[in-house]
């Protein structure tokens, strides 16, 4: 059904995120706006301890490795997203915050007048990959948008 107007959509590339991206575009209207949000957790900086990297020249190069790759993987996720909504005439845009995703997240939809929030269901146990940092519990008490939670591909019932 093909109903709303403006969704956030808060995806990330996994594969439950990727489930979530193409629930998004079935609840759009014609030429709605699908804006895509991107939470880099804050955490990805205590990559750079100095527990190995012992000064700050190799510190500093080792920070702008990860800032690189992190950067080239958005950019391929944007890419993906943008090309799926302009294949079904929406309007695309997209934001990159770094924080606590559900902070982040309260404060976006704060910004905007979405219709609905769109996002994938936490990774299940067994699967591979980082656990997701969302705080539902703070979301379901302070979002006053609806959100649709889109379960993992193949996740059992």
Known sequence: ????????????????????ENAALDVCAEGAMLRHFIVVPDFWKGMTGDDWLNNGST???FTRYLETELSAEIDTHRARVR???????????SEIVLGEPD?????ACD??????VVMGSP???G???LRSRM???LLNKKLCVPVMVVPYPDAES
């Open 103 to 107: 902070k982040c997240l309260l404060a």
């Open 59 to 61: 510190r500093d190069q």
């Open 123 to 125: 990774r299940p146990k």
């Open 111 to 116: 910004q905007g007048n979405y219709d609905v």
């Open 1 to 20: 059904m093909n109903s709303t107007h403006n969704v956030l959509l808060a995806s990330h590339g996994t594969e439950g995120a990727i489930a979530a």
């Open 127 to 129: 699967k591979p990959g």
């Open 135 to 137: 705080a539902t519990k």
């Open 83 to 93: 090309g799926k909504a302009e294949a079904r005439n929406l309007r695309y845009s």
